[in-house]
C-alpha cells in the first residue's frame, strides 16, 4: 500500500510565494512477499472479490466496538490499520497459517494448526510531536452499515457503524495536515500538507514494537517484524510551480534511532 507525504515549500529565492506551492513524496509500503493480497482482504462487510481499480479500502467508524484509542479500523493484506488520535497501529498475522485457515490448506491431507496458534505481530507509527488538539473527520462515506453484536457486555456492542474512503487530520503539527485515503492502484496513501511557513522538519514518525528498523542502499526504510518484513519505498518529492506544474525536489528518509524523517 501506498504513502504519500505532501507539504509547501518556500521558493528557490527563499520568499514565499503568494500562491500555495505544493509538494509531494510518495512511498510505497509494499507487504512482502504478499504483493497481491490486497485484492482478497476486506472489511467486515466487504465483498468476497473486487474488480480492478474498484475502491476496496474502507476505514471503519468506532462506537465502542473496540478499544476507544480506536478511530477507525481498515483491513489490510493479512491484517489490520487501527487509526488513533496520534498514531497509526499495523497488525499483521501469519500469512501461510491464515491460507491455511481460509481454505488454502483444506483438504483430507490437511494439516491442523498447532497449540501455538496463529503468529502474529503489531507495531505503532506515533506522531512524533503532534498536537493533543489535532482534529480527525471522515470523508467520502461508503454504502451500507455495519452491526456489532459481540459478547454479552452490551456497552462494547455497535449499530449503524459506517465506514469511509478517506481521514483527515487538522494541524497534526502546527500547519501542517495529513489525510489517509486508497489511490487509483488500490493502495494506502496519505498526503501531508503544509500551510504556507509551516516547517516541514515537524513532521517525524516513531516506530515501536517493530522487531527492526533499517533503510537499505536504495534509500528504502525496511521494517522487520516477527511474521515478515514490510518496506516503506524511497520517497519521491516534487513541487507545483505557479503554472501547476510538478517540479522535482530532493526527499530522502532520515532515520535516527526509531524515528523517521524527510
Same mark, same amino acid.
Request: with cysteine; glycine share 8%; hydrophobic share 45%.
Given at each position: @500500500?501506498?504513502?504519500?507525504?505532501?507539504?509547501?515549500?518556500?521558493?528557490? $529565492?527563499?520568499?514565499?510565494?503568494?500562491?500555495?506551492?505544493?509538494?509531494?513524496? /510518495?512511498?510505497?509500503?509494499?507487504?512482502?512477499?504478499?504483493?497481491?493480497?490486497?485484492?482478497?482482504?476486506?472489511?467486515?462487510?466487504?465483498? &468476497?472479490?473486487?474488480?480492478?481499480?474498484?475502491?476496496?479500502?474502507? @476505514?471503519?467508524?468506532?462506537?465502542?466496538?473496540?478499544? /476507544?484509542?480506536?478511530?477507525?479500523?481498515? #483491513?489490510?493484506? =493479512?491484517?489490520?490499520? @487501527?487509526?488513533? &488520535?496520534?498514531?497509526?497501529?499495523?497488525?499483521?498475522?501469519?500469512?501461510?497459517?491464515?491460507?491455511?485457515?481460509?481454505?488454502?490448506?483444506?483438504? !483430507? %491431507?490437511?494439516?491442523?494448526?498447532?497449540?501455538?496458534?496463529? #503468529?502474529?505481530?503489531?507495531?505503532?507509527?506515533?506522531?512524533?510531536?503532534?498536537?493533543?488538539?489535532?482534529?480527525? $473527520?471522515?470523508?467520502?462515506? +461508503?454504502?451500507?452499515?455495519? %452491526?456489532?453484536?459481540?459478547?454479552?457486555?452490551?456497552?462494547?456492542? =455497535?449499530?449503524?457503524?459506517?465506514? @469511509?474512503?478517506?481521514?483527515?487530520?487538522?494541524?497534526?503539527?502546527? *500547519?501542517? %495536515?495529513? $489525510?489517509?485515503?486508497?489511490?487509483?492502484?488500490?493502495?494506502?496513501?496519505?498526503?501531508?500538507?503544509? &500551510?504556507?511557513?509551516? %516547517?516541514?522538519? !515537524?513532521?517525524?514518525?516513531?516506530?515501536?514494537?517493530?522487531?527492526?528498523?533499517?533503510?537499505?542502499?536504495?534509500?528504502?526504510?525496511?521494517?522487520? +517484524?516477527?511474521?515478515?518484513?514490510? $518496506?516503506?519505498?524511497?520517497?519521491?518529492?516534487?513541487?507545483?510551480?505557479?503554472? *501547476?506544474?510538478?517540479?522535482?525536489? #530532493?526527499?530522502?528518509?532520515?532515520? /535516527?534511532?526509531?524515528?523517521? +524523517?524527510?
Amino acid at each position: @500500500f501506498f504513502l504519500a507525504l505532501a507539504f509547501s515549500l518556500v521558493s528557490a $529565492t527563499g520568499i514565499y510565494m503568494l500562491h500555495p506551492l505544493r509538494a509531494c513524496c /510518495r512511498l510505497l509500503l509494499a507487504l512482502l512477499p504478499l504483493p497481491a493480497l490486497l485484492l482478497a482482504a476486506g472489511g467486515p462487510a466487504r465483498a &468476497a472479490s473486487v474488480e480492478p481499480g474498484a475502491p476496496s479500502l474502507e @476505514f471503519i467508524q468506532n462506537k465502542g466496538q473496540w478499544d /476507544r484509542r480506536v478511530r477507525y479500523e481498515a #483491513a489490510l493484506p =493479512a491484517g489490520r490499520l @487501527f487509526v488513533q &488520535a496520534d498514531a497509526l497501529t499495523y497488525t499483521f498475522l501469519d500469512p501461510e497459517i491464515l491460507n491455511h485457515h481460509h481454505g488454502g490448506g483444506a483438504g !483430507r %491431507n490437511a494439516t491442523p494448526a498447532g497449540p501455538a496458534g496463529i #503468529a502474529a505481530h503489531a507495531y505503532t507509527v506515533h506522531f512524533e510531536g503532534a498536537s493533543t488538539r489535532a482534529h480527525l $473527520t471522515a470523508e467520502t462515506p +461508503t454504502a451500507g452499515e455495519r %452491526n456489532y453484536f459481540v459478547g454479552a457486555d452490551a456497552s462494547r456492542w =455497535a449499530s449503524h457503524v459506517g465506514a @469511509f474512503r478517506r481521514l483527515h487530520y487538522t494541524e497534526l503539527w502546527p *500547519g501542517i %495536515n495529513l $489525510t489517509l485515503y486508497e489511490n487509483a492502484s488500490q493502495r494506502l496513501e496519505y498526503d501531508v500538507l503544509l &500551510a504556507p511557513r509551516a %516547517n516541514p522538519a !515537524r513532521v517525524a514518525l516513531r516506530y515501536d514494537g517493530a522487531a527492526g528498523l533499517a533503510l537499505d542502499a536504495a534509500g528504502n526504510l525496511v521494517v522487520t +517484524t516477527s511474521i515478515g518484513t514490510t $518496506t516503506e519505498l524511497a520517497p519521491r518529492a516534487w513541487q507545483l510551480d505557479a503554472a *501547476g506544474q510538478r517540479q522535482a525536489v #530532493a526527499c530522502r528518509y532520515v532515520l /535516527r534511532g526509531h524515528t523517521l +524523517t524527510f
